[in-house]
């Protein structure tokens, strides 16, 4: 064996290899856990090693040492309540679109599966905002990237660090006509793990589900809210209360190879760089906003035009990267493997999520933090005003 199936809990699971493949013997299949990891035909495959070539894993993709550093609000405040953060992915978007561009990102298909998807329009670009806290999947998209830059569009690529080296191994030149976008990244969940507990919700809601998003900010404005919905009925509570949701701030149920993430640091794979500015009240209190403040990294020349372009449709400041990093661990290093990670995923297939979930992804309220979020808006904006 001479192949990609070497790296075994190595592999980030971008999938590049099976879309290298000239034989087509690499097929990415669901391990016990959930994640997808490549498998390999040994009766096809004639070791050639492009897919080892071309891993991001084990080839380095280029990256930047030296962003420059911005805190960042999209003007747009409609479309900033939307956003995880300040809203910065769409205006990077839309200017892709206005050149006749095209742009790739992450979205839930009808079941709310997260695939990396291409969009050509602006009403389609909602689809592709807030982020979803899973493992998105990208079989075949990079193909489709390189078939768009190859016909001469522009084109904008999002996702994670991994998912964006993966292709720039792929694709393995750089395109003038190319731009990439990486997330700060804390680890990515199961994509099983993730429909067991939407299945899970649906059920409680008397129906399934028909949305879910991890960032809604109807409730509190900017913070860990989710909100899961049926078209009839719907469920918002604090991240810290819910059991996926827990688990996944907490680090507890991610991929393995999140664990040892080269692309949590200063050196980036994308020519922008997004995140949500944790700790701006401490950084730049006067530039606070309960819509949301979006941390950007400016990492290359190409990522320079690109904000200039859309900087009047911004408000911006310039920042550091040791202030920005003060509340954001995952731009010095990966999230850190807690030990119950070992046997977190035990069982959860089980068929009954609820009891999965009390063994495996118990979780305590800390009685302090119940009382914090129980604060009405008005009440917490006031205590902000005086302080
Ligand atoms: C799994 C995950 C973990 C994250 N961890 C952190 C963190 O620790 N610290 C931090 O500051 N920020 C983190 N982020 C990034 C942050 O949540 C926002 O995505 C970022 O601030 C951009 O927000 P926005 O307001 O500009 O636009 P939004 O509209 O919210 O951003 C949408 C963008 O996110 C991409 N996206 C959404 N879900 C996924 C996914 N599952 N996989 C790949 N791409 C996705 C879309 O393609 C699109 O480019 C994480 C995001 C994800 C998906």
New binding site residues.
Partial sequence: MNNIMQLGKGCCGCSGCEQICPKNCISMQKDNEGFFYPVVDEDVCVDCGACVKHCPMITDAPRCSEPKVYAAKYKDRES?F?????????PIAKNILSDGGIVF??AYDENLV?K?IAVESENELCR?????????DTRGIYEQVKSALKSGRQVLF???GC?VAGLKTYLSRDYDNLLT?D??????PSPELFKNYIDYMGKKLGGSLTSYNF?SKEKRGWDLYYKADNGKKSKSDYGFFDSYYSAFLYCKTYRESCYECKFANKNRVGDIT?????GIQKAHPEFYDEN?V??VLVNTEKGNKCLTKIKDKLDIIESDYDKASVM?S?LVHPSKRPSCRDSIYDGFDCGNFETYAKTKLAFKINPKTKIKKMIPLGVKRFLRKLR
């Fill in positions: 900033t939307k956003s995880t953060s300040g809203g910065l992915f769409i990102g992450c997260a990396h592709l905002q807030s982020s979803k806290y899973v493992q998105s999002s996702g994670t998912q976008v997330i700060v990244c804390h680890g990515v960032r997004l995140a949500d500015y944790w949301g979006s941390l954001n995952n």
